[in-house]
């Protein structure tokens, strides 16, 4: 049987190199993705700024969005060159700057120009190379749309493929309702992969609890959250445990944020303000007491001038060590 595995979705504005240093204290085994980069970033911008980050982030993908092949590879290999592990294509986000710039979701119509996209970073790096897709857009059948994919990307090599179960709709809906209101459809990406035995597949969308990540790891080989990965990270806390049989790094919030620490500590050395670190921490606690004080503590006081790891502790200290309601995140990491 090979090995299931965990994945955070990427997240644009969220999934930062904080973001990722953050989630690492919760698990060492579950791959993180950057937020999407577009080529053009990569080529021409500010490098370091955009694709920089901590070798604690380990194991950890970068997202590109673009479609040039050419350019597809160039960003790649500068990616490689910066150490990531993986380079991922998007091909499943709806927004109208990326239809303009004729990447993301809209490739789904363009099969063929996807499978030359993954055949030139294939070409250029030795690093996995795998898309994010969705089943289909618009009046795209789903059947013949996510098959024909496939079939265009495997063939130069595809590492594997990250199904977001539902389609887009490119016109009229907005991102985040591009995100809700298009019908999962979690059947077609197992049959998918019924189809497929020999492609790593992951299914992403609406997942919730780490229940539903076991019953989706029935059918396929690995597990996508993005919002409740983010809104509720102490879900991370079962990866290394229910997956790959390994304790977890942490045993909750609590240390998480002591072992979250000295990353801070280093960041703020360095200049960063605060927040730009704990406004990723604001889902911790769900469930406890106190964990809304804590909410409004750092979102008030970890973004004032000279905010640091004190204001932190007083925001934890907020926090009651007694659980009243466990989440079923953490309830299944005490099994
Ligand atoms: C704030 C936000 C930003 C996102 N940015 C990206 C992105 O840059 N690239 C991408 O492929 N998907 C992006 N997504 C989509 C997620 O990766 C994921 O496919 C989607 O949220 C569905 O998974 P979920 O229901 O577990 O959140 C974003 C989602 C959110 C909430």
Redesign the pocket.
């Known amino acids: 049987m090979t090995q299931k595995f965990f994945t955070v979705?990427?997240?644009?504005?969220?999934t930062d190199r904080h973001c990722r240093a953050f989630h690492r204290v919760l698990s060492r085994r579950a791959r993180l993705y950057t937020?999407?980069v577009t080529t053009g970033a990569v080529i021409h911008g500010p490098r370091e700024r955009l694709l920089g980050f901590s070798g604690v982030e380990h194991p950890v993908a970068v997202?590109l969005g673009g479609s040039d092949p050419k350019d597809l590879a160039e960003a790649a290999r500068i990616c490689a060159d910066f150490g990531y592990d993986e380079i991922n294509l998007?091909v499943?986000?709806p927004s109208d700057r990326v239809q303009n710039g004729r990447f993301g979701a809209c490739l789904m119509q363009e099969p063929v120009l996807v499978g030359e996209c993954v055949a030139a970073m294939k070409a250029t790096v030795s690093l996995p190379v795998t898309v994010?897709c969705r089943i289909g857009v618009d009046d795209q059948d789903t059947e013949e749309a996510l098959d024909r994919l496939t079939d265009c990307v495997v063939a130069p090599g595809c590492d594997e493929l990250t199904v977001?179960a539902r389609k887009a709709w490119l016109k009229g809906l907005s991102?985040?309702e591009n995100?809700d209101i298009p019908p999962l459809d979690y059947n077609r990406v197992y049959r998918l992969k019924a189809a497929r035995p020999d492609l790593p597949v992951a299914i992403?969308?609406?997942?919730k609890t780490f229940a539903e990540v076991h019953e989706h790891l029935k059918h396929v080989d690995g597990a996508?959250?993005?919002?409740?990965?983010?809104h509720e990270p102490e879900i991370l806390l079962c990866v290394d445990p229910e997956l790959y049989g390994e304790k977890a790094p942490v045993a909750d919030g609590f240390e998480a944020v002591e072992a979250y620490e000295p990353y801070i500590a280093a960041r703020l050395a360095e200049g960063e303000r605060l927040h730009t670190m704990t406004r990723h921490m604001l889902g911790l606690f769900t469930g406890r007491p106190g964990a809304r004080a804590y909410r409004r503590h750092l979102a008030t006081e970890a973004t004032k001038p000279g905010a640091n790891l004190q204001t932190l502790r007083d925001a934890v200290a907020l926090v009651s060590r007694v659980e009243t309601a466990p989440s079923e995140a953490r309830l299944s990491a005490a099994e």
């Open positions: 979705a990427p997240m644009m504005d969220w937020e999407m997202q998007n499943g986000c994010k977001h991102p985040k995100r992403n969308g609406g997942i996508m959250l993005g919002r409740v990965a983010y």
